[in-house]
């Protein structure tokens, strides 16, 4: 049971290069997140999926892109990678959204990704 | 706007103590929703309890419990009969019930249970 998977689990980019986070999960979920921590922090929402062709941004959206084509994958893409993206990113998944939050229906997180722009 | 602080950065706690950790929060909506999470060194987030804010009954989960001050917007986690394993990272967070995906999260307190 592979749960939520992130791949790379880490990665050193160039300022102004650009890459994508996978995110892949097998339950079957409907709700997908993408978050960043930064060093001492919290999680911050960059953008979240209620389902396959719907993505609505979070708290810090700006400099990511998201897509959902599929129930399974919701990618993430920097266009140009500025230093105020290093952070860990993490992907989490959910059968139903927020607040059904509960121990039977948990958000379920990936490892996450560790990304440095130099 | 909505706002969690946790004013711990680092706690503490002797093996089977017992050990509080604080969350405050800052919001004008009326109904939410209020969780911890738990971080270990595998970086994996866990819900350890939730709080519904229309609920009065203060949440438990078998060794974990909250104290819910609505008024004070205060939600602090208990711990009880703390185990080596609660060593990690814990998040207090927040979510409103109009646009419930957007979390709002707490800097976090690192909580290390001694032997």
């Known amino acids: 049971n592979a749960g939520v998977t992130q791949t790379p689990k880490f990665r050193i980019l160039k300022i102004g290069q650009s890459m994508t986070l996978q995110c892949t999960q097998d339950m079957n979920h409907n709700y997908m997140y993408w978050y960043r921590q930064d060093p001492g922090m919290g999680l911050k929402l960059i953008y979240y999926s209620v389902g396959a062709g719907i993505t609505d941004k979070g708290e810090v959206p700006n400099g990511y892109n998201v897509s959902r084509s599929t129930t399974e994958d919701f990618p993430l893409r920097l266009e140009l990678a500025a230093p105020s993206q290093t952070s860990v990113y993490f992907c989490?998944?959910?059968?139903?959204?927020?607040?059904?939050?509960?121990?039977?229906?948990?958000?379920?997180f990936g490892d996450g990704t560790r990304l440095s722009i130099l | 706007a909505q706002t969690v602080t946790q004013s711990q950065p680092e706690m503490s706690v002797q093996e089977a103590e017992t050990v509080t950790l604080s969350c405050t929060y800052d919001?004008?909506?009326?109904?939410?929703?209020l969780f911890w999470y738990k971080q270990p060194p595998s970086r994996q987030m866990i819900l350890v309890i939730r709080q519904e804010a229309y609920k009065q009954q203060n949440a438990t989960e078998n060794r974990f419990s909250v104290n819910f001050q609505k008024a004070a917007k205060s939600f602090s986690l208990k711990i009880s009969d703390s185990q080596l394993g609660d060593t990690a990272m814990y998040f207090c967070a927040f979510t409103t019930s109009y646009n419930n995906n957007d979390m709002r999260f707490g800097a976090g307190t690192r909580l290390t249970v001694k032997p």
């Open positions: 919001t004008s909506e009326n109904n939410y929703y």
């Open positions: 989490a998944s959910t059968q139903q959204g927020a607040p059904i939050f509960d121990s039977n229906q948990p958000q379920h």
